[in-house]
C-alpha cells in the first residue's frame, strides 16, 4: 500500500551503481557482453542514470579492464539519453573516457588518509591535486563532473571518521568545480543521526543539500534507514545497485551497496516517483545473480522472485 509520508521529496533520481561498484567487486570478470545487456536492461527497467565502469588502471581494477570495449557498446543508451557515468581518477582517465564520448565523470576523493593511499596511491591532498586538471578540463568540455567522497563515517584501518574532516574534503571537492557530491559510507557503519549530522554541517559550510547525493553500503543493515534519514533532510540523489551487488576491492570490509529494488520498494511505498519498473528491475537482477551464480543479497529481489 502506497502512504504518502509528509516533508520527504516527492521524486528521487536514482544513481544505479551496479554495473560499476557491483562488478568491480565480483572475483570473476563478467563478459563484456553480460556487463553490455545488464546496462541495457537497467536502461529498460527506467534508470536514467547508469554509472557504466572505470577508466582507471586496468591492473588496479581488473574486473573493468574493459572499458574501452563496452563503452561503445552502450552508444544507443547514451543517445536514448540516459547518463552513463564513468569513474576518472586522473588525466589518462579521462582522455580514455572523453575519447569515447562520456559526457559524465566521476572523480573520487577519500576523507581518510589510509583509503587515499590504498585505493589512489595518493594522499588525499595529492588525489585532490591529480584531480584538479580533470575536473578543469571536464567544466572546460561541459562534461558533467560527480565527486565521490570515501570513508565519510567510519575506516577500516582508522576507525569512526570526524565530520570536520569529511567536510574539509568535501569542501575542497566542490571548491574544484564538482557539480555534485556523493558522500559514500564505503563500509557501512553509518547510523541515521550521524548522516544528519553530516548533512547539517556541509549545509553550515556552504553545501547545499541540492548538490548532495548519498551513497550507502549495507554491511550493517542500516543503508534504508540512513537514506530515509537523508531524504527527511531533502536529499534527492541516491545511489543504489541492482541486486545489492557491489563492496570495494581495496576496502575488504565493505559488503554490497544498498539494493536498488530494496530502495525503490521503500520509495514507492512513501509515494516518492523513481520511474523504475521494479518487476523489470528484478527480473534484472534475478537473471545477472544467475551469470554470477549466487542469488541477490537484496531482500526485495528475493521475495518478489520467490516461487512457490
Ligand atoms: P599509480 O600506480 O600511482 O599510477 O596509480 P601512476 O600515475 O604512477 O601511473 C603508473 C602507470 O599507470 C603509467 O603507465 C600510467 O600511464 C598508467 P606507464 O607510464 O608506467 O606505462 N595509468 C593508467 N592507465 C590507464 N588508465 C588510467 C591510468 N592512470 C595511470 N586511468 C591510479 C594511480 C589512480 C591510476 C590507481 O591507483 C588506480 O587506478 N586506482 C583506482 C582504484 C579504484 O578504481 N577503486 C575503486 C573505485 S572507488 C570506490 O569504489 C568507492 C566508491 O564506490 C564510493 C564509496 O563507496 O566510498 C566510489
Ligand atoms: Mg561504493
Known amino acids: 500500500m502506497e502512504v504518502p509520508a509528509q516533508d520527504l521529496p516527492p521524486r528521487v533520481r536514482i544513481h544505479e551503481v551496479g554495473a560499476r561498484d557491483g562488478l568491480q567487486n565480483e572475483k570473476t570478470v563478467v563478459p563484456t557482453e553480460v556487463k553490455a545487456e545488464f546496462v541495457h536492461r537497467l536502461a529498460a527497467a527506467g534508470l536514467t542514470t547508469i554509472e557504466a565502469t572505470s577508466f582507471v588502471h586496468p591492473k588496479w581494477v581488473p574486473q573493468l579492464a574493459d572499458a574501452e570495449q563496452l563503452f561503445p557498446q552502450l552508444a544507443d543508451v547514451q543517445g536514448a539519453g540516459v547518463a552513463l557515468p564513468v569513474l ?19 572523480v573520487f576523493g577519500s576523507a581518510t588518509e589510509t583509503f587515499a593511499r590504498r585505493n589512489l596511491n595518493r594522499t588525499v591532498d595529492e588525489s585532490l591535486a591529480m584531480f584538479e586538471p580533470v575536473v578543469a578540463r571536464a567544466k572546460d568540455d561541459k562534461v558533467h563532473v560527480r565527486g565521490y567522497l570515501s570513508m565519510c563515517f567510519g575506516d577500516p584501518w582508522e576507525g569512526p571518521v570526524p565530520v570536520h574532516q569529511v567536510v574539509r574534503v568535501a569542501k575542497a571537492l566542490m571548491d574544484l568545480g564538482c557539480d555534485e557530491l556523493s558522500l559514500g559510507d564505503t563500509i557501512g557503519v553509518a547510523t541515521p543521526g550521524h548522516v544528519q549530522a553530516l548533512l547539517a554541517q556541509l549545509n553550515e559550510e556552504g553545501v547545499p543539500t541540492s548538490a548532495i547525493g548519498v551513497h550507502f553500503h549495507d554491511t550493517y543493515g542500516q543503508a534504508l534507514a540512513n537514506t530515509l534519514a537523508a531524504l527527511q533532510h531533502g536529499v534527492t540523489t541516491v545511489d543504489a545497485s541492482a541486486g545489492g551487488l557491489g563492496g570495494c576491492p581495496y576496502a575488504k570490509s565493505a559488503t554490497g551497496n544498498l539494493a536498488t529494488e530494496d ?24 537473471w545477472m545473480a544467475e551469470r554470477l551464480g549466487r542469488p541477490s543479497p537484496s531482500r526485495t529481489v528475493r521475495a518478489l522472485s520467490h516461487k512457490e
Open 263 to 286: 530502495l525503490v520498494w521503500m520509495l514507492h511505498g512513501l509515494g516518492i516517483e523513481t520511474g523504475v519498473d521494479l518487476g523489470l528491475l528484478t527480473a534484472t537482477s534475478v
Open 88 to 106: 576518472v581518477p586522473n588525466e589518462r582517465g579521462l582522455d580514455r573516457a572523453v575519447a569515447l564520448g562520456a559526457r559524465r565523470i566521476a
